[in-house]
């Protein structure tokens, strides 16, 4: 049994990077869970080009996590894919959360193309869910999966400058504010990321792969 000291994170979002390494510090603190080092693909030669066709978030980690570790084989890779799927509109944007206003389009845009969909939706009718798969390759090539959720409502306005992608519109049951307005540590410690690494995290406790 091995436990890595380091991921290559397959992305090339710096606040996803920024995200997954807050967390992992919070978890080695508070969960006892064996620190690990994030590092950015940037750091290894870049993010492969990856289509990101499959129809499920698993999917679509796995493709990220299997580029990235041909191009650094024998190296532990992180991968994740997330998404935000709404009850109201059949779980979209889903898997197309990234791109929901057009490929590569900018969060304001994503935010305000979900607003106008849910337009005089009342509040019981806006629930949603944020969805997480963290997906490992070992250096021998080994995969495994951990996924997290948290579940919330989608409110009627943007709220908060912190967070990034859907943050200010999506309140998380238990809070009155959005994602945007809690601040990074209690969104970490609830947010679908945040439930997905704890569960990395009790496998890493096990010894890992």
Not at 59 to 69: D, I, S
Not at 138 to 153: C, H, N, T
Not at 177 to 187: D, I, N, W
Request: aromatic share 8%; glycine share 12%.
């Amino acid at each position: 049994m091995s436990v890595p000291k380091e991921f290559l994170f397959a992305t090339g979002n710096p606040n996803k990077v920024a995200e997954m390494t807050a967390i992992a510090a919070a978890a080695s603190e508070k969960n006892r869970c064996p620190v690990v080092k994030i590092r950015g693909a940037a750091e290894a030669g870049g993010m492969p080009q990856v289509v990101e066709n499959a129809d499920t978030f698993a999917g679509n980690a796995a493709k990220k996590a299997r580029a990235l570790f041909a191009r650094n084989p024998g190296s532990w890779i992180l991968a994740d894919d997330s998404g935000l799927c709404v009850d109201a509109l059949w779980g979209r944007p889903g898997v197309e959360s990234a791109n929901y206003a057009g490929p590569a389009a900018p969060a304001h845009r994503n935010v305000a193309k979900l607003l106008r969909a849910l337009e005089g939706v009342p509040a019981k009718q806006r629930r949603a869910h944020f969805e997480c798969i963290l997906f490992v390759v070992a250096p021998d090539g080994r995969e495994f999966g951990f996924r997290g959720s948290v579940d919330g409502q989608i409110l009627e306005q943007p709220g908060g400058k912190g967070g990034f992608g859907y943050d200010p519109v999506f309140k998380p049951d238990g809070h009155r504010v959005s994602f945007a307005e809690l601040g990074a540590e209690v969104k970490n410690r609830i947010s679908h990321r945040g439930r997905a690494w704890a569960k990395l995290c009790e496998w890493l406790r096990g010894g890992g792969a």
